[in-house]
């Protein structure tokens, strides 16, 4: 590995492309929940959390559920943790259920903790999913790793990822649209283009969805490996996005 290889390794920055702003919005969402003054922002915050499935916005769910001073922000988060359907919300839930001094605040944490029981769920079995090999372009080592980044995010979204023959509610059908990789003024970037179609049990399109990553590196004349380690890393981010959309549309 030669010493702009290393730079290139040492500096990398991660840009999404407008395609794929999912991450960016999502983390602006995290912290306009924790720390806007105004209860309106914070509560479509909380909102809009719920509505993309985001997991990883959970921790500040619950602390907006437990601490924060309205009530209707406290009531956007028990909706959100609801829908995002992690466990880790049930106990701080019930705690509203049962203590919180606002009665709406207590019947939307009854509602949320309805949710996430797989028992009051007649849908619950339509979170189980396969994922099929990868196809399109970028070779297979670029296939494999938006295959493997998907499955990883969908199971963290609650998605119970299964065989083939296992008895999947839908099949997820990845895609590489496309790998460009560009040099000026000293940096690498790589853009990528990344699908998931979701097909029911009757052969139904249940879901289609397009996005885009993509990531900056400083140094020019990257090897063949530095290259597909930062593709992967690009459909990586774009296979984070998919699997938010998903769990948006496929409840």
Do not use: C, W
């Amino acid at each position: 590995m030669g010493p702009r290889t290393v730079v290139a390794f040492l500096a990398v920055a991660l840009v999404q492309a407008p395609l794929a702003r999912a991450d960016s919005s999502t983390d602006r969402a995290i912290e306009a929940l924790r720390t806007d003054r105004s209860l309106k922002v914070r509560a479509q915050a909380a909102l809009i959390l719920g509505q993309r499935g985001a997991v990883d916005a959970v921790p500040a769910l619950i602390a907006a559920l437990t601490q924060d001073r309205e009530e209707a922000v406290r009531i956007a988060a028990a909706a959100a943790l609801g829908k995002i359907g992690d466990p880790t919300a049930r106990e701080p839930l019930d705690s509203a259920r049962r203590s919180d001094p606002d009665g709406d605040v207590r019947a939307a944490a009854a509602r949320a903790l309805m949710d996430l029981s797989p028992r009051a769920r007649p849908g619950a079995r339509r979170r189980v999913v396969t994922v099929e090999e990868a196809q399109g372009k970028g070779g297979g080592a670029a296939r494999d790793a938006l295959y493997a980044s998907l499955a990883r995010y969908l199971a963290q979204h609650g998605f119970q990822v299964v065989g083939a023959d296992e008895g999947a509610t839908y099949r997820i059908k990845p895609s590489v649209l496309s790998i460009d990789v560009s040099e000026g003024a000293g940096n690498v970037v790589i853009a990528v283009k990344a699908a998931a179609v979701a097909v029911d049990e009757d052969g139904r399109m249940a879901a289609m969805i397009e996005t885009g990553a993509r990531l900056k590196a400083s140094g020019t004349n990257l090897s063949g490996s530095a290259q597909d380690h930062l593709s992967a890393r690009a459909l990586d981010a774009a296979a984070r996005t998919l699997s938010e959309d998903l769990a948006a549309q496929l409840r």
